[in-house]
């Protein structure tokens, strides 16, 4: 955990760049969230799989986040989708969610789009389509572990909030609470992901260990 440091600082002045409003601050922090992240995964695992794509995904997105326009906030939810697809993935080869787990998100999905389908205007195809992969990734992740069931809700309710966002309905501390929500999103579900990898790794580096003593003996 000791080499999460300079994401902790970078995701700190982050959210104080949102807190005061300061585009120059989010420009300098956010684009660097997701690659510490994936510099964290790396340094623990020497492989590329479909978390470290995910976080790939995840800093494209963060970029054109941060530039006006809808056409930028398009290409953003295009990436965003490679994040969930990436993340789906991975999750899915390691352990099959419950039924009820995505029955429960799908349920979540359809009313969420049901209730704001009028205000989205021309984004409720892209939305629907989004939020359905996001949705299954959130499932998904219930059946990787604890951890990486809260960072799979985390990153649903974080993107939910931009969806109201985007239909008109405000938050009180929307910016805030969006970029919290997605910071411990991306956390949780990297860190729940090395932990994983290195409880399996630990038998096989055991059963190595005692085919040498046997070849010693």
């Not at 922090?29 to 340094?43: E, I, V």
């Amino acid at each position: 955990m000791r080499r999460l440091w300079p994401f902790a600082v970078v995701a700190t002045v982050e959210l104080i760049g949102v807190a005061l409003d300061s585009t120059m601050l989010q420009w300098l922090t956010k684009p660097l969230l997701a690659p510490l992240l994936l510099a964290y995964l790396w340094s623990a695992r020497r492989r590329v799989d479909g978390v470290a794509v995910g976080l790939v995904f995840a800093t494209a997105g963060d970029v054109a986040l941060l530039l006006p326009g809808r056409f930028a906030f398009l290409v953003g939810m295009a990436c965003f989708l490679g994040t969930q697809l990436g993340f789906l993935s991975a999750f899915l080869r390691h352990r099959r969610p419950s039924l009820a787990a995505v029955a429960g998100y799908l349920s979540l999905w359809a009313v969420a789009n049901a209730r704001l389908w009028d205000a989205l205007g021309p984004l409720r195809l892209p939305v629907l389509g989004y939020s359905l992969a996001l949705s299954l990734m959130a499932a998904a992740a219930t059946g990787v572990s604890r951890r990486a069931a809260v960072g799979g809700a985390l990153f649903l309710g974080s993107d939910l909030l931009i969806g109201l966002g985007t239909a008109g309905v405000a938050v009180p501390g929307q910016g805030l609470l969006v970029m919290s929500t997605y910071i411990g999103a991306l956390l949780l579900i990297t860190t729940a992901w090395v932990s994983l990898r290195r409880v399996s790794a630990a038998p096989d580096s055991s059963a190595r260990d005692a085919r040498s003593r046997q070849c010693r003996v």
